[in-house]
């Protein structure tokens, strides 16, 4: 039951701008940490940013300064706002959510299907 249904990946130049997006169903979406991860070819998958459930988030020190994550809880929905985008940048990002068990500090792990990201000229 639980889906991560993730959009807005494609093409950009340089320096432009991309908005990702995952839509989470089958859990309580509040109170999960949501991830977007990213694997480019050839490469190990990343953590690029985190989001929690008090709104807190962390960058990695690749993309600070240029990527931003929100979520909004109403829409169930976490967002990866990519900024100044640079060709290494391009990978698959896939979204991903930590769901809290009855055990503190023990979570279920979903994960998204991916989404393209090329950033060429």
């Known amino acids: 039951q639980v889906q991560l249904v993730e959009s807005g990946g494609g093409s950009v130049q340089p320096g432009g701008s991309l908005r990702l997006s995952c839509v989470a169903s089958?859990?309580?979406?509040?109170?999960?940490?949501m991830k977007w991860y990213r694997q480019a070819p050839g490469k190990e998958r990343e953590l690029v940013a985190s989001i929690f459930s008090s709104g807190d988030s962390t960058n990695a020190d690749s993309v600070k300064g240029r990527f931003t994550i929100s979520r909004d809880n109403a829409k169930n929905t976490v967002y990866l706002q990519m900024n100044t985008l640079k060709p290494e940048d391009a990978a698959v990002y896939y979204c991903?959510?930590?769901?809290?068990?009855?055990?503190?500090?023990?979570?279920?792990?979903?994960w998204g299907q991916g989404t393209q990201v090329t950033v060429s000229s």
């Open positions: 991903c959510a930590f769901v809290p068990t009855s055990l503190r500090d023990t979570y279920r792990n979903y």
């Open positions: 089958g859990f309580t979406f509040r109170s999960a940490a």
